[in-house]
Nanobody
């Protein structure tokens, strides 16, 4: 199995920055797409940004120009640099990856437990 552990969340004032990390561990053969999602209280989970193994990235319109997703394939680690944070960015941020645990296994979907980001006005 693949375990994802997020870190880097916290409380920040509007206009501030945070950098989230997500470390993948376990029986990993390969990791394809990785991504960040977020879920605010009473709202549905939404995509924030994704990145492929070839470093092609995609962003939600609400974070374009403010957030940057990146990954270190050697360390199986995903990052999210968040700048110019707004109160509406407040949510639990969850890490996701599509991975194989062996050459013959299916690509499966894995999720972390999430890290809280709170932006005060």
């Amino acid at each position: 199995q693949v375990r994802l552990v997020e870190s880097g969340g916290g409380l920040v004032q509007a206009g501030g920055s945070l950098r989230l990390s997500c470390a993948a561990s376990g029986s990993i053969f390969s990791i394809n797409r990785m991504g960040w999602y977020r879920q605010a209280p009473g709202k549905q989970r939404e995509l924030v940004a994704t990145i492929t193994s070839g470093d092609s990235s995609n962003y939600a319109d609400s974070v374009k120009g403010r957030f940057t997703i990146s990954r270190d394939n050697a360390k199986n680690t995903l990052y999210l640099q968040m700048n110019s944070l707004k109160p509406e960015d407040t949510a639990v941020y969850l890490c996701n990856c599509h991975a194989r645990i062996s050459p013959s296994s299916w690509i499966s979907d894995y999720w972390g437990q999430g890290t809280q980001v709170t932006v005060s006005s």
